[in-house]
């Protein structure tokens, strides 16, 4: 079956790095996304990685092992608005999502 | 540009009862997604349509149907609500699929509760 596994929750102290991971094993693959979704709110998109390597956006950043099934978003200064749940979703051969659950970070003061 | 708008934002069903989510979108994108989040879950896809005219099955359609018409909407039906459709709905589009880097914008989302 197609899975992907990401940590439930994690908490970080507001100004510091945090690196959420993601593992997959799916059929196929044709790109992973990490979304950023707060509290009571839609999911928006905050990165696409389908070769390997490191995608920087500002404070946040998006590693891909395809070999290692394997990727991981770096978020940097974390701020008090960075509290949210982030979604990683992988697109398989048949260009379907399948959507890790979620993990949500907590930035502490 | 409104994006997608997705109403009601929240609605109380009584067991049996039917009800029409609606979703429309302005950027005359493609693919349209119905997917539902259950707490501690990842999201679950219901049904999607890649244009006006066609639809497919998604992860988990049963009790729910659709249609697309138009580009622009795309209302999921519920018919005879269950207890286990107690949700959160999201509509999401996307300006095409088959190249694997288009991303999803979603509505604001519907609060379901069935009772």
């Known amino acids: 079956g197609q899975n992907i596994d990401q940590p439930t929750e994690m908490t970080a102290t507001e100004g510091a790095i945090v690196q959420i991971n993601c593992t997959y094993q799916t059929s196929g693959f044709n790109g992973l996304f990490w979304y950023q979704q707060h509290a009571g709110e839609a999911p928006t998109f905050l990165s696409y990685n389908v070769l390997d390597g490191l995608e920087e956006k500002g404070r946040f950043s998006s590693f891909l092992s395809r070999s290692k099934g394997y990727s991981y978003l770096l978020l940097k200064e974390l701020q008090m608005k960075d509290s949210a749940s982030y979604l990683c979703?992988?697109?398989?051969?048949?260009?379907?999502?399948?959507w890790g659950a979620g993990t949500k970070l907590i930035i502490k003061p | 540009n409104a994006g997608v708008t997705q109403t009601p934002k929240f609605r109380i069903l009584k067991i049996g009862q039917s009800m029409t989510l609606q979703c429309a979108q302005d950027m005359n994108h493609n693919y349209m997604y119905w997917y539902r989040q259950d707490p501690g879950m990842g999201l679950k896809l219901i049904y999607y349509?890649?244009?006006?005219?066609?639809?497919d099955k998604g992860e988990v359609p049963n009790g729910y149907n659709v249609s697309r018409s138009t580009t622009e909407d795309f209302p999921l039906r519920l018919e005879l609500a269950a207890p286990s459709q107690t949700s959160v709905y999201f509509c999401?589009?996307?300006?095409?699929?088959?190249?694997?880097?288009?991303?999803?914008?979603f509505g604001s989302g519907t609060q379901l509760s069935v009772l």
């Open positions: 979703a992988v697109m398989d051969s048949n260009y379907q999502l399948i």
């Open positions: 999401a589009s996307s300006p095409k699929s088959g190249t694997g880097d288009e991303k999803l914008f």
């Open positions: 349509s890649v244009g006006a005219g066609i639809t």
